[in-house]
């Protein structure tokens, strides 16, 4: 099957991924409310259709933060991205640079900072969640430092994990760690292919960039203690200098869907926001980010570069953002999918679909150049 969008994509991840890994990258937290909200309110966002404009040169290149891109996307951090693919990291980063846009590696991959930096051949985004063991949050950002990272992307909306039922009915965690052991490996057996190309020739399968701390333990029972202790509950907005005190790059809030803690944001000093709830992942009941992310443009769209994530499926997906506000757009499932069902050259791919599907939308919305689509171009309905 030779995949023609994103859903067809994650067909192919759903028959190559053992079951634990697929509803780990597809499913949300309790009824999924949110992650359906995300899809259903941006499929609703109409564009205005325009005629006899020159559209024989449609120019989807852009900046974000200092860095020049071949189109207003990136590749969002997704945790065990390694396990997917094998080293999957890698090959991601190498389908980033080869569509010239930004990857940003999860402070949850498989592979380690150093690991990406070895297989990437420019500057790559680092994300990073405020753990309690601020020693080895200090020495993450030296590394990412020392390592030319370009952009840090500092996760927020994850004081504490929700639940995800489909983790649980498929394994990935449960009450009993034989039974839940067990069930990974019968679902691995099931998918042959993946559980050699990965299962067996991706090893080591621990977490490189918080390996150290782990004294040698890769379980997943070790590393799902191992962020129930260290996600810290007592965050707060004056944090913030403990990550500028150490960086000086572009700082980029994640996880912000409401106009007051835009405008906190605002006030300390970041560079940007991703508008994002997770993917649907955390609070379920939140707004979508295609509502939320117009009410923060509105109110600090002119002080921060403005990202966005949450139910993005094509490139008119990505044209529907930025006339909602936004000045880029992280891809999360999408590329997740993409590199689970054919690797490096799977993300590739999907990147060109994307570029392809903007700049069809684009011309036939008589646009002919990225910074050209704004509001004007939505469509009462």
Not at 123 to 130: A, D, E
Not at 257 to 268: G, I, S
């Amino acid at each position: 099957m030779k995949a023609a969008s994103v859903l067809d994509y994650r067909e192919l991840a759903c028959q190559r991924l053992p079951r634990f890994l697929f509803d780990y990258i597809d499913g949300g937290s309790y009824a999924e409310l949110t992650l359906r909200r995300n899809i259903q309110d941006l499929e609703q966002v109409a564009l205005r259709q325009r005629v006899l404009r020159d559209v024989s040169n449609v120019e989807l290149s852009t900046e974000l933060f200092g860095q020049k891109v071949t189109m207003p996307v990136g590749l969002a951090p997704v945790g065990f991205s390694g396990m997917l693919a094998r080293r999957g990291e890698v090959q991601a980063v190498r389908a980033a640079e080869a569509a010239g846009i930004p990857f940003c590696l999860s402070i949850m991959g498989v592979c380690s900072l150093e690991e990406v930096a070895a297989g990437a051949s420019r500057p790559f985004w680092l994300q990073l969640y405020m753990i309690r063991d601020r020693v080895l949050l200090r020495d993450l950002i030296a590394r990412a430092r020392e390592l030319g990272c370009s952009a840090l992307i500092f996760t927020v909306d994850t004081p504490m994990g929700a639940a995800r039922y489909r983790d649980i009915r498929a394994g990935l965690i449960g009450s009993s760690d034989l039974t839940s052991a067990v069930s990974r490996l019968w679902q691995a057996m099931r998918r042959p292919a993946w559980a050699w190309d990965v299962g067996i020739r991706g090893r080591p399968h621990g977490l490189g960039n918080v390996a150290p701390v782990l004294s040698g333990k890769a379980g997943l029972k070790d590393y799902f203690a191992w962020v129930g202790a260290n996600l810290e509950s007592g965050i707060s907005w004056k944090d913030i200098d403990i990550i500028r005190s150490e960086w000086s790059g572009p700082l980029i809030i994640k996880g912000v869907l409401d106009v007051e803690d835009a405008r906190e944001a605002a006030k300390l000093g970041a560079d940007g926001l991703v508008v994002s709830n997770h993917g649907g992942r955390q609070l379920d009941g939140a707004p979508s980010t295609t509502k939320a992310l117009p009410l923060i443009a509105d109110a600090v769209g002119t002080d921060l570069t403005l990202l966005v994530d949450g139910g993005v499926r094509s490139g008119i997906d990505v044209m529907r953002m930025l006339a909602l506000g936004a000045k880029g757009v992280l891809l999360g499932r999408a590329w997740a999918y993409a590199l689970a069902a054919g690797g490096e050259q799977g993300v590739v791919h999907l990147l060109k679909l994307i570029e392809t599907e903007m700049r069809v939308a684009m011309a036939l919305a008589g646009l002919n150049r990225v910074g050209a689509i704004d509001r004007q171009v939505l469509a009462d309905l």
